[in-house]
């Protein structure tokens, strides 16, 4: 049994930096060669490719907003392309967006968190379906939920929770649609994940200690570990594993 891949074709979206960048420079380090997707991070994701590189293997960065269809499918349709066809689909793009109570929430608001969280992932995976078919046993889908999914999130993170919450369902749903060719979906829930933009930009300092205080590992857990969960998941030894959610959190949520 390995947890190398070799010669395998992977697409990760929001990659241009965080853990998008991690996971794709672990599935690099492990053989594959990689499709950088970024929405913002032009600068970033071009670094993220130059990694890809110097461990050898095939990288390109693709823009797209994948919130729009048109552009998901023509995200998906480059990397096919580029890479001559999809074994690894990893959709990591996502985001906070604000913490607004759903008291004080607009119906803009609403849509944009349930668009960039759950939308993403359902474009992306939708598009890449036709390639992940003729991978086969190959096949490897792995989402990104959220330790939000399980316990509410923080203040002012209620809706981004419900998506997060979506992105189990429809991993849960995609796993039974594609089993019969031997694709696993999958879904990481990741915790407290230190020096991210996400938290650095919407946890104050103060909430990062309490939380890292309040897990039973007592610390944050880094993008690198997280990529090597990506990795894992993908990897032949993961194989019978499909439908699932991997908590990586430290044990901040015991089920």
Not at 16 to 39: E, P, S, T
Not at 117 to 127: D, V
Not at 142 to 154: K, P
Not at 175 to 203: M, Q
Request: glycine residues 14%; proline residues 2%; hydrophobic residues 50%.
């Amino acid at each position: 049994m390995t947890f190398e891949l070799t010669g395998r074709r992977a697409l990760v979206t929001g990659a241009g930096q965080g853990i998008g960048a991690a996971i794709a420079v672990a599935l690099a380090d492990a053989g594959a060669d990689v499709a950088v997707h970024y929405a913002h991070s032009a600068d970033g994701a071009a670094e993220v490719v130059g990694r890809v590189e110097q461990a050898g293997r095939k990288a390109v960065a693709l823009g797209a907003d994948l919130t729009v269809t048109a552009e998901a499918d023509r995200m998906v349709g480059e990397a096919v392309s580029f890479l001559g066809g999809l074994d690894i689909v990893v959709c990591n793009a996502g985001h906070l967006v604000g913490r607004v109570a759903v008291a004080d929430m607009s119906d803009e608001h609403f849509d944009e968190v349930l668009a960039v969280n759950l939308g993403t992932a359902f474009r992306t995976i939708r598009a890449a379906i036709p390639a992940l078919r003729q991978a086969g046993a190959n096949g490897r889908v792995v989402t990104m939920s959220s330790l939000a999914a399980h316990n509410g999130g923080g203040a002012g993170s209620a809706v981004y929770s419900a998506a997060k919450a979506g992105i189990r369902g429809l991993t849960k749903g995609l796993a039974k649609e594609l089993a019969a060719t031997g694709t696993t979906v999958n879904a990481l829930a990741p915790g407290f994940i230190g020096d991210t933009a996400f938290h650095n930009t919407f946890t104050p300092a103060d909430v990062q200690q309490n939380i890292v205080a309040g897990t039973p590992l007592k610390r944050a857990g880094t993008v690198d570990e997280v990529g090597a969960a990506v990795v894992w998941l993908c990897s032949d030894g993961a194989g019978y594993i499909t439908g699932s959610t991997i908590d990586i959190d430290g044990g901040a949520w015991f089920r």
